[in-house]
């Protein structure tokens, strides 16, 4: 009995030590965080509540809000990002299945492929869209020399549905590739039964793939949302002049425009519009899973 009393000081003691030994392991990384990440976003924060003018209001925010360019591309942006993650999670679950599942020569090198394709940049894929449909590009270039006509009809890439296309093009190999890893972990023995109860390959897909891979859709579907709210290099290298979304807005505002404090409040919005469209999209994707 006393020998247990004893010890209850001394397991108190070691995870006493144990809690102040962690916190000591996690201050450096929790710095470097701090001197890299938060500071820089403390100094566009304090950018931003700073007009030209000098001292600290709300005067900046007012002025961004009240524009119509600010509400149009904050508008883009969303139903871009939103459009191109729907169209990268339909295609990309698709694609995933023919690899993962139907055998054809070369699955295993369209797999090794893709883990190439996300080391590209997106500027290269929108290059490649733009040689192919680009007004001067190989599609207009045969319609031009077979009609005679003065422009061939593809005229779409500079448009915000040329914009979609090339996102959706460029991200769906990030919904592809977690899913091709859950598909791996399938049982193939429940597909077999399911086969051999008289299931179709769609109703297989539905009811027994898709809810193994819910959670890799919901992993890809957040990256690609967060990538595709913060794009820059797509839609200015598609040369849509009429596209404007909040990362292109912040350029013009602090390189053409020279209004730092204004480009700082959309930078905070479009911080702010990743971080809740970020949240809302994990706890859709939380209560599908459940």
């Known amino acids: 009995m006393a020998s247990a009393t004893l010890a209850a000081p001394r397991q108190s003691a070691t995870k006493s030590r144990t809690r102040s030994s962690g916190w000591i392991w996690a201050l450096p990384p929790v710095a470097a965080l701090a001197v890299v990440f938060l500071y820089p976003l403390f100094l566009v924060v304090q950018q931003s509540l700073t007009p030209d003018t000098g001292g600290t209001s709300l005067k900046p925010y007012a002025d961004v809000f009240a524009s119509s360019a600010f509400r149009e591309a904050l508008g883009t942006t969303v139903w871009l990002a939103v459009g191109s993650t729907v169209g990268c999670l339909v295609l990309g679950f698709a694609l995933a299945l023919i690899v993962a599942f139907v055998p054809f020569p070369g699955a295993k090198a369209v797999a090794r492929f893709i883990d190439v394709f996300l080391s590209f940049p997106s500027f290269l894929i929108t290059l490649a869209l733009l040689f192919v449909y680009g007004q001067v590009g190989m599609a207009n270039g045969l319609w031009t020399d077979a ?144």
Not at 218 to 240: D, P
């Open 147 to 290: 009609t005679g006509a003065a422009s061939g009809p593809f005229q779409f890439l500079a448009t915000p549905w040329g914009v979609l296309l090339a996102e959706i093009t460029y991200f769906t190999p990030f919904v592809m590739r977690p899913l091709l890893a859950a598909f791996s972990q399938v049982d193939t023995g429940q597909l077999e039964v399911a086969a051999s109860l008289g299931a179709r390959p769609a109703r297989i897909a539905a009811q027994v793939i898709l809810p193994e891979a819910l959670p890799a859709l919901a992993a890809g579907g957040s990256l690609v949302l967060v990538l595709c709210l913060n794009e820059f290099g797509i839609v200015l290298f598609t040369g849509a002049k009429g596209v404007t979304t909040l990362p292109t807005l912040v350029y013009s505002k602090a390189i053409l425009e020279s209004d730092y404090p204004g480009a700082c409040v959309v930078a905070v919005v479009n911080v702010l519009v990743s971080v809740s469209l970020y949240g809302l999209y994990r706890v859709v994707s939380r209560r599908a899973r459940s």
